[in-house]
Structure formats: C-alpha cells, structure tokens
C-alpha cells in the first residue's frame, strides 16, 4: 500500500512543460500583487497637490522616483485612510507647501549596496559556474574535476558483449593461441593444480582491420567474464599525473570485477619506448607508461586478470612492456587467405539476404590482401548496390561492382573526356591487358574499362589472382614491371608520343625495381646485399624517413641498377607489343565501342583474331 501511494505522490503529469510553468509563476505575481499589496491607488501629480492644500495627506515618504503615503477618505460617514503613489515630479514648492499643511514627511534614502552585491558578485559567479559546468561536464558524469583521476574504460558484461568464437573466423591459428586464456578463466584449478601461472598479458599483433579487437571480446564472450574496453590515447591527458591515477584506478576496479579481461587497444599510444623521440619524452606519457609497467608486475595473475592488448606497430612499443611477466605472448592476427576470407565472408553473409549463386569462393578469391573490415564493408556495399538497384537480394553482379568500388573507386561516368583522350585511355588499357596476357608469370586478367574511378584514374585492368602468394621470383616481379610499363609503350607504340596517364604505373614499377636492387639482393651489379637499414613498420604500409648509411658511389650504382632494370623490361614490352600492334589496335577498338571488356569476352576476342590471323594462340592468362 506504502508503495502505491509513492507512485501516486511522484508521479510527474505527462504533458508538464515550459508554459506550464510561465503560467504558474504569472499567477504568484498576479496574486502577491492584489493580496500582499492591497488598497494602493496610483494617483497622478496634480491630484497628489490637490490633496494636500486640502489637508486629506496624512503622511508622506518621499523618494527619488516616487511619493508614497496615506489619504484621509470618507466612506459611510467613517474615515478611512487609503494609501496611494504617485511619480515624483521637480517641485520646488513641495516642502513648502508640506509644512504649512503640517503634514509629515520623510525622505527615504535608497541604498546601493543591493545592486552593487548583485551585479559585482551573484552576475560574475553565475558566469562563472555555468562556463565550469560547460567545460568540465564531458570529463565525468557530475562534470567534477575530481573524475581526471577515474578511468574512461567501457565495462561490457556478458549481455553486452553478445560475441563469441562464431562471430570471428579467417584467424583460426590466433583463435587456437588463445583457447588456453579461456579456459584459465573458466577452470583456473586444472592450472592451478600443477603450479602452472598463465601468462599475464597477451599482445594481439596485426595489419588494420584484420579483427584484434572483435578477438578480444570473443574470449571474453567464450570465458563469459566481464571486458573493459580502453584505448591507449585516453590515459593521457593535459593535466600531469592523470595517466597514472587512471592506471591505477583501471586495476582497482579489474581486480574488484576478477575474474575479468582488461583491453588496450592501440597500444603503441601509451607504450612507445622511451627516449626515442627526437623532440625529447613527454613526461606525462612516460608517467603513466611507469605506472601500467608497475601495475602489471604488482597483481597476482592467479587472480583471474587478464591484460590484453592491440596494435598494429610492435616495433614503437617500449622493451620493457614485452618482458616475460608482462605482455609474454604474443599472437599475430595476420590477414585472412583465400579460405579465411571465404569463411568471413560467410559470417557477414549472414546478415545480409544474398541470392543462391553467388559463389563466395569466387569473391574470395577476387580479394587478396583484403582484411576482416575490408570484407564486411565488401558485403555490405554489395547490398547497398541491390537496395539501389531494387532487387530482393544481392547477386553475382553487385559483389563484382562492390570489389570494383573499393579497389579502384567511384565510377565517375559524368566526367567528359574528347575523343583524342578516349583513344589514349582505351590503347593505354589495352596495352596493360595485353601484356598481362603474354608474359608467363602474371594473374589472368578480369576486367577492362575505360570509366574514370576514384581521384584520378581514367581507366584500369584488373587481374584475379588465382592463388595466395608469399614469395616472389625475380621473374615473377620482372613480368609486373612488364604489365606496368605496357600502357605506356602502347601509348608510344600508336601515337608516336607519350601522355601523363602513366604517372602511377611508372611510380610502382620503380618501387619494385629499387626493392629488387635494395632489399632483394636481386641485382648481377649490386650482388647479395641489403642497403635498407631502416626499421618499417611491420603491418603499416611507409617507412621512416632516415639518413642512408651507404656511400654516394654505391647510391649511384643503385640508382644505375634501378634505371637497367626499368630500360631492359622496357625494350622487352616494346618488341612484344610490337608484334601483335593488330591485336591491340583491336581490343582497343572494342574496348572504345564497349567502354568495358569482361575477362570472358577478353577470351573469346583473342581466341577469334588469333584464328583469324592463322597464329597459334598463346595467351593464357585470361579470366576463365
């Protein structure tokens, strides 16, 4: 019964809102006027003179602004005193007249001190509080200054988190590294019994993408223990020691929820070695970096605590963090191959409706080097495509499309090109599908358009692999500078003349040759020696920009070696492609007519125009 009448007491009118209130406050005015302040007639001046030579003014307070006082009435034969106001007027003759009527007055002196309190302290510090609440209401839920010191980890419990092994696949090796992580938390005694300690801490090293933070919380969806979820970037902040209360409170509470999982993503913002830097530490970074090392090796892994951490650059982080005793093991979350991707594209298939014949396989197979997120944007771009196309489902054509958009970009099918650009494009095209389709070593070409893409690409040729490759020949990285340099020796083939087209493909195919002569050990000249000193990052396309340590004589054999290189597959694309000058001065007639070529029609044209001319066809690197 108690709990009811609560309800009914607390219980707030639905439709409460601003007018509401306007209306009520008008109605206490209304009210404090007519009930507080009763009888008060506001007279004019001249009526206020009046009275007083007529002797009804009993009594006068004179200020400023206004006369306020009493009034002698007759009402029913009985007197009355009414009080009245009126404003003052300049009146020399006011006291004068006061005083001969014997009426008392009296000035009243207005003090300031109300007006000087309420302007110089109440206005400024209400200023003052609201900009306080503004500024440091996003570092806490209160908005105290007293929350710099509390950590900003997410705490997901097990209904929250809602991921398990089922959702990840692609990294089965990493999955069976950490099935010894869950089942620690699950049954600690079966390590416990035989003095075993688990490691402390796991580091998930890996490209962008490749899915180290959906893992980190599958083993804790697989343990069923709760997740807090940081980032490296949000332990450090402007005010010094921030970093390490965080550090500290982060543990407090781990240790509190234990058996638990403890995530730092992007890892390498907190754990950068120190004394690297050339502009000198941040003392503040190096603070907290002290404080994790220190946390790390002060609690009892036996607890039930488990640090796991995420990055995609291992060689930034300190030393000291990969020790024995703190991250000890580390499991690499490498990108998916040809069955991984299938078996990723099958989980995110799922989501979406996808019609019976896409073959998943094929997809896969078109993507190398593709990441988990990579795919999922794959798959949904595929249905973004069929819901704009109004289909029910997404098909073969929309997976196609959708590869095509993120490889090479939007289609920019408004951007006009003359007839003059046209035939460069289309014979530059052709050139590097031709060429693909001669050297011995090369991916069978898929598709060939001339549509504009992305930023600046008019045109381009794709080649699916039909394998995964980790190690290349020299003749095999011969055969792709080939392929690049074709659209530009057919340019100067045809046109006797070269464009700017080519400003790319001359850019990779001198990458790949200063590899071959620099790293690879690929040159007679050179010999079997690496020049590159340079750390790279590991899973990080670039390098660091660092002083070479080799001389300027054999920096100018190199660049030598680079340049024989690049003029000797040079000469070898223009003697191919000048023999079979009909054969391309075909496909780029039909590519012209067609503006796009599939790797079938590719086919079946150079099949035709080799019986045609009475030659032996031997073109076999072309889409099956």
């Known amino acids: 019964m108690f709990k009811d009448f609560k309800k009914i007491h607390f219980k707030m009118p639905k439709n409460l809102s601003v007018w509401h209130i306007i209306i009520a406050f008008g109605f206490f005015i209304l009210l404090q006027m007519y009930l507080m302040n009763p009888g008060v007639r506001d007279i004019s001046y001249s009526e206020f003179k009046k009275f007083v030579k007529e002797g009804n003014v009993l009594e006068c307070q004179i200020t400023q602004t206004m006369i306020r006082g009493k009034l002698r009435e007759m009402e029913r034969g009985t007197q009355k005193n009414a009080v009245f106001i009126t404003a003052r007027v300049e009146d020399p003759d006011l006291v004068k007249d006061l005083e001969a009527m014997g009426i008392q007055y009296a000035g009243h002196y207005e003090s300031p001190w109300f007006k000087t309190f309420f302007f110089s302290w109440v206005i400024p510090l209400m200023i003052l509080f609201v900009i306080w609440r503004f500024i440091f209401k996003r570092y806490g839920p209160a908005g105290s200054i007293m929350t710099f010191g509390k950590n900003k980890s997410r705490l997901y419990v097990q209904e929250d988190l809602n991921v398990t092994f089922d959702d990840v696949a692609g990294i089965d090796e990493a999955k069976e590294e950490l099935q010894e992580i869950i089942e620690f938390l699950k049954i600690p005694e079966k390590f416990r019994s035989l003095g075993g300690k688990i490691p402390k801490g796991v580091l998930l090293v890996g490209s962008p993408g490749t899915g180290k933070t959906l893992l980190a919380k599958a083993v804790a969806g697989e343990a069923g223990v709760p997740f ?20 500290r409170d982060l543990f407090s509470q781990a240790d509190q929820k234990a058996p638990c999982i403890i995530f730092i993503d992007e890892l390498d913002a907190l754990g950068k070695a120190r004394g690297t830097s050339p502009m000198g530490g941040h003392d503040e970074r190096e603070q907290t970096l002290n404080q994790l090392l220190v946390e790390m090796d002060g609690f009892d892994s036996n ?10 650059r291992p060689e930034m982080l300190d030393p000291a963090l990969l020790r024995p005793g703190r991250f000890d093991r580390q499991v690499v979350v490498d990108r998916p191959d040809l069955h991984g991707r299938e078996a990723i594209l099958k989980v995110h298939a799922k989501e979406v409706k996808v019609e019976n014949e896409v073959n998943l396989h094929s997809v896969a197979a078109m993507t190398p080097g593709f990441a988990g997120a990579d795919l999922a944007n794959l798959v949904n771009e595929a249905a973004l495509l069929a819901a704009r196309r109004n289909k029910k489902a997404a098909g073969m054509p929309e997976f196609e499309e959708a590869i095509d958009r993120i490889m090479t970009g939007l289609e920019k099918k408004k951007r006009l090109m003359n007839k003059k650009e046209k035939e460069i494009v289309a014979y530059h095209e052709s050139g590097h599908a031709l060429m693909a389709c001669s050297v011995p070593h090369a991916d069978p070409v898929r598709k060939i358009s001339m549509i504009p893409r992305g930023i600046g690409a008019l045109g381009y040729t794709l080649q699916k692999p039909t394998e995964d490759r980790y190690l290349m020949t020299k003749a095999e990285l011969l055969d792709r500078i080939a392929i690049l340099l074709g659209g530009r020796i057919a340019e100067e083939i045809i046109f006797k003349e070269i464009s700017t087209g080519a400003q790319n493909d001359l850019k990779k195919a001198t990458e790949i040759a200063r590899l071959m002569v620099k790293e690879y050990g690929m040159s007679d000249t050179i010999g079997m020696i690496t020049f590159d000193q340079d750390s790279r990052p ?44 009909e054969i391309l001065e075909c496909m780029a007639k039909k ?23 009475g030659k032996e066809h031997d073109l076999k690197n072309i889409y099956p």
């Open 303 to 312: 607890k039930g605590v488990i640090i796991m951490g995420a990055t995609n």
């Open 228 to 247: 807090f979820n940081m980032s490296g970037s949000e332990f450090v902040e402007m005010f010094v020691g921030v970093g390490a209360a965080r550090v």
């Open 538 to 581: 590991l899973f990080l396309n670039g390098s660091f920009t660092t002083n070479k340590e080799y001389s300027e004589e054999t920096a100018r054999e190199i660049d030598l070696e680079i340049k024989k290189i690049i003029d000797d597959s040079s000469r070898r694309v223009k003697a191919l492609l000048t023999g079979k000058k």
């Open 591 to 613: 590519l012209m007519e067609q503006e796009v070529i599939e790797g079938e029609e590719l086919k079946k044209l150079l099949e035709e125009l080799h019986k045609s001319n």
